[in-house]
């Protein structure tokens, strides 16, 4: 399951069932493995067998929330949480559900008031847990000084080495390069390489620095990146790795100007996506957005306007898959506005260029775009 292998994932857990093996960790993974893939009446029906035979157990409750949560439907997800809740008060598990549900939503005092209270938190996971969600809700207010400070402090949560403070560097790096800062992008990468060493966010590094190289003009160090995770991943045999190698040959072909290329890669990376993203994983995030978005910009610039923006409306409408991702996920509606406008379709541009002002307008990240949002919107009529 953590290999993303989640078909023999699930075929091994329902086998476990099947030999009479009722650990609680089989349900809450076997559900997500359903999620993941997209059989949600399968989930459903395990989590409802499960609920009958421990009615009052706390952790089904939990479990329920997360597997509605991934199938969208958010009522009943809350709903659950509720009664996880009121079986036992103060769970940080809920807490930090409640929190995600809050994001898609848009209830962000909300989710606000569960990041800080997360952040004060004496477990160091679930310290650096509520830092992070504070990052990415300062960057959904357009925030992006207070978003990456935030997210770089929350390191402190693991004062030393260790796979989960690279993880929170590759999401620093990621920040750092979607705001156009690859040198300070690059030093996380680095860093997180030496931090888990032979772990998922030191293979992930490889990614943003090669990035971050490529963004500097240093193509050769690009190159070499790339082919370092192309081994990576003729080891591991998985998909995550191969994923990302497709991904970043993608996004550099698409920065060195050849958008068919481009586009192509960017298409085998999103083959290998799972129908849905889980989280599942503590060392990584599902990587969708970055994918569609990517995607997005590839059939644009080789001008398939259609193609763009189809991959820019599966961003803009994802849901929990969007919520670590929310500078990919704002601008998205911008550029899925323009392309509206281009093609005449005047009210779907004034709903994603207003979606995007009531993200960013107040805020310190791309005022070029929202001045020009502004000015389009009061040509289009408001």
Known sequence: SFLQLYEPAIQHYEELLRRGYRYDGVYNALATMYAAVGRFQAGDELLAAWSRRQPESWSVALVQALFFEKWGRLDDAAAALDRAEDLRPGSPFVAGTRLRLGIVHGDWPAARSLARGLAASDSPFWRWYGGTQEAYLALYRGRAGEGVARMVESLAAFPEPEPLRGAGRCRAASLLLALDRPAAALAQAEAAREDAPGDWPAWEAHYWAALAHQRLGEEAAADRLAAELAEIAERTRGPIEERW???????LALARGDAAAAARELEHAQDLLAPRGVLWHRHRLPDHVQVWYDLAAARHAAGDAAGAERWYRRVTESDTERVEF???????????GRLLEARGDRAGAREAYR??????????VDRERV??????????GG
């Open 245 to 251: 190698h497709h991904h970043l040959v993608g996004a």
């Open 326 to 336: 929310p500078v990919e996920y704002v601008r998205s509606h911008y550029l899925l």
């Open 355 to 364: 979606a995007f002002l009531g993200f960013w307008a107040e805020g310190d």
């Open 371 to 380: 001045e020009d949002t502004r000015a389009r919107l009061s040509r289009l």
